[in-house]
């Protein structure tokens, strides 16, 4: 009886031995396809970017337009070192981030907000969306005269600017995402005895949540753009619009190279280390990965 006991205790504990040996082998194959993705996902941005400077040497070679015009990488790369090295560049980015960055916190608070109203008051919502729409079809670039003699030349006046191209593309994502929950997961949860703030909390809530990421995304990339367009018409004397405000006044293409790519720099590293991320790990989180294995 005790040799029995020994050999069903000595196979439980070689069962939750392998049981545990394979979850730590599949957490290390998790982290190897992750480390994959990412190193393919980097070989392939590094591939695009050296064709597309080869061929921009080519075409400098083959000299189509004047160096004045279309100057070699090279160049670029030196002007790229000069706005590093007298701190401009610098300064630069950290003041358009910090603009971009409390610009697009206001408009996610009150787009949020309104967005919520829009779904609790039907007829408010219906009134307020198509407003929203006609106004996200306003050029932000509109906005800056309008700013201009209302605020001045000045932070609150970019702020401004900022706000209005992105709080209605948020306004408009939180209203839509709320509304197209699956109505199937609302009354199963009603069925569950899920009502209120608990059902919006637990149930709305985490069902619209992809939806509100890909607009929150797509809101940023409005805010990016009038950002650096207010920056080269309110004038400010700081931003990395005023840096290319500046090159255009001097006919240093050079230097407006250089800032067009710092600009592209920035927002390929924000959507792939930050919202690429955060959309992958809400799907993963929901099972809504469909290339998952």
Request: cysteine-free; glycine content about 8%; proline content about 3%.
């Amino acid at each position: 009886m005790l040799k029995e006991n020994d050999n069903d205790n000595s196979a439980a504990t070689l069962a939750t031995t392998s049981s545990g040996a394979g979850k730590r082998s599949s957490l290390r194959n998790e982290g190897r396809k992750k480390y994959r993705f990412d190193t393919t996902d980097v070989a392939n941005v590094a591939l695009f970017l050296a064709v597309f400077v080869g061929l921009w040497q080519l075409v400098t070679l083959l000299e189509l337009w004047p160096k004045t015009l279309l100057p070699p990488p090279a160049q670029v790369a030196i002007s790229i070192s000069e706005l590093i090295t007298n701190n401009s560049l610098i300064i630069g980015i950290a003041t358009s981030l910090w603009r971009l960055a409390a610009g697009f916190a206001i408009s996610i608070a009150v787009g949020g907000v309104v967005g919520l109203a829009m779904v609790k008051f039907q007829g408010f919502g219906k009134t307020m969306s198509s407003f929203a729409v006609g106004l996200l079809t306003f050029p932000s670039i509109a906005w800056i005269p309008f700013s201009i003699l209302l605020i001045g030349f000045n932070d609150f006046g970019i702020l401004f600017v900022v706000v209005m191209a992105s709080v209605f593309s948020v306004m408009i994502s939180t209203y839509g995402a709320i509304r197209n929950v699956p109505l199937i997961y609302i009354r199963a949860s009603k069925n569950m005895g899920a009502h209120g703030f608990a059902l919006f909390r637990h149930v709305m809530i985490p069902a619209a949540t992809p939806s509100l990421i890909g607009g929150i995304r797509q809101a940023w990339s409005f805010a990016w753009h009038a950002l650096i367009g207010a920056e080269m018409l309110i004038t400010t004397l700081s931003g990395l619009g005023y840096i290319l405000a500046v090159g255009r006044e001097f006919n240093d293409m050079s230097q407006i190279i250089a800032v067009m790519i710092t600009i592209f720099a920035i927002g390929l590293l924000f959507d792939r280390i930050i919202f690429l991320r955060l959309e992958e790990k809400v799907r993963s989180r929901w099972g809504l990965n469909q290339h998952a294995e």
